[in-house]
């Protein structure tokens, strides 16, 4: 089963849905939360990197009047974030509505997402190499592995 994104009602906190669990990132962290893809998994980490020269602001959500949904294709290693931003007017039968679409190759960057107060910043940021090498755990018996990420 591949992983899978969401994020809070309150735009307060990033969900990372695995098979057995759910890991929460608070996004009002210093440098965010980057969303990347190893090994043909959608993963998500605290980001230690600065935001810097090679990131590309991608958007700037208004938490006030917007709602922000991930998708990711393990097919084509694509996520895709969609942004729908409502207008509600008095004595409207319905809400006006408008949205627009990112996506991301997670074949090549990976997506920081960061709140501050009343914002949501959307980067982009080119992928660094990432080594994963096989390495036999301690207390394994015979050749079990397990994966290293360096």
């Known amino acids: 089963m591949t992983n899978s994104i969401s994020l809070s009602s309150d735009l307060n906190t990033l969900f990372l849905i695995e098979e057995s669990q759910v890991v929460a990132f608070p996004l009002y962290s210093k440098q965010g939360v980057l969303i990347g ?3 043909n998994q959608l993963v ?3 980001n230690k990197a600065s935001i810097d020269k090679n990131t590309v602001k991608v958007d700037i959500v208004e938490t006030s009047k917007s709602q922000i ?3 990711y294709s393990d097919k084509v290693k694509q996520a895709f974030i969609i942004i729908i931003d409502i207008m509600a007017e008095k004595g409207a039968d319905a809400p006006n509505f408008s949205y627009r679409a990112h996506t991301y190759n997670l074949l090549k960057e990976n997506i920081v997402i960061k709140k501050t107060e ?3 910043l959307l980067y982009r940021v080119p992928q660094r190499a990432v080594i994963v090498k096989d390495e036999l755990t301690p207390f394994s018996s015979g050749g079990n592995k397990r994966k290293s990420i360096l």
């Open 37 to 39: 893809s190893i090994q």
């Open 44 to 46: 998500a980490a605290t």
């Open 69 to 71: 949904q991930f998708y």
């Open 118 to 120: 009343d914002k949501i």
